[in-house]
């Protein structure tokens, strides 16, 4: 199947440009399973960019599973199966990345802590009221508490007993924990806001503990809609000195688009 495709305006990113108009006649289906990509050269010609920029475009479009090689064949649409889940690291560094990160937190982890006041034992509520006390005991000690903040909504999830959902958190642990370092560092700058947090996992863990669902989902829900509230009041140093460098690795594990 032949296509032919409209040249790139000039300007930055131009691999980017490509590979998006061609994932898009992927996904849209105008490009199916089975059909070859034009030639490097072709789609040079008809994008108005240099075979470089093309082979950049294709390795991404390789690296969303979207596309294969075969050997002295040429580049064919593939049978991706389920999609894999991808962040675009170009998004990573932003404090709208941050935000919208904490926004998929408070969607699983508001139930997450109604199914844990739902489903948990007396080991489990240990578990959680550990967690606190060791969280309190590194900011005490001067440190960031990231590490212990993870463990202790890593304890409301397991009292969730959902492994559907604890599998789905550890996935993106490797993007929230990002998104966690930022936010307790802004936090860190303001007793108040340290003391705020404090407070609000107090109430997460009392409405597990005492079995109350309903306040337990919105306890948690509140925790996220509060996180994000403390990045849009947050110092305005704080993202050119410290917030940016920190939001950097947000998309941990992926390469930057070319």
């Keep these: 199947m032949t296509r032919h495709f409209k040249s790139i305006t000039p300007g930055a990113h131009l691999s980017d440009r490509v590979a998006d108009t061609l994932a898009a006649e992927i996904r849209a289906g105008r490009l199916t399973v089975g059909d070859k990509l034009p030639t490097e050269a072709v789609l040079g010609e008809q994008f108005s960019v240099s ?3 093309v082979r950049e475009a294709v390795s991404r479009l390789k690296s969303l599973g979207l596309v294969d090689s ?3 064949s040429g580049v064919y649409v593939k049978d991706a199966g389920f999609s894999p889940l991808n962040f675009d690291a170009r998004y990573a560094v932003s404090k709208q990345a941050v935000i919208q990160m904490v926004e998929v937190r408070r969607a699983l982890e508001a139930e ?3 199914l844990a006041a739902q489903r948990r034992t007396q080991a489990d509520v ?13 900011v005490h ?3 960031d508490g990231v590490n212990e903040d993870v463990k202790f909504h890593r304890a409301i999830a397991e009292a969730a007993r959902n492994p559907f959902l604890i599998g789905t958190l550890e996935y993106l ?7 966690t370092r930022v936010t307790r560092a802004n936090e860190a700058r303001r007793a108040d806001f340290a003391k705020q947090v ?3 996992h107090e109430q997460i863990s009392q409405a597990i503990e005492a079995g109350d669902v309903a306040a337990a989902r919105r306890s948690a829900a509140r925790h996220m809609d509060n996180a994000i509230k403390r990045i849009e009041q947050a110092d305005p140093a704080f993202w050119p000195e410290e917030g940016v460098q920190l939001a950097r690795p947000l998309v941990t594990g992926l390469r930057p688009s070319a």
């Design 141 to 143: 000690a001067g440190g």
């Design 198 to 200: 404090a407070d609000e």
């Design 51 to 53: 075979r470089t920029v």
């Design 70 to 72: 075969r050997q002295g």
């Design 112 to 114: 997450v802590a109604a």
């Design 173 to 179: 642990g490797q993007f929230l924990q990002g998104a």
């Design 126 to 138: 240990k578990r959680i009221r550990q967690a606190i006390a060791a969280l309190e005991k590194a």
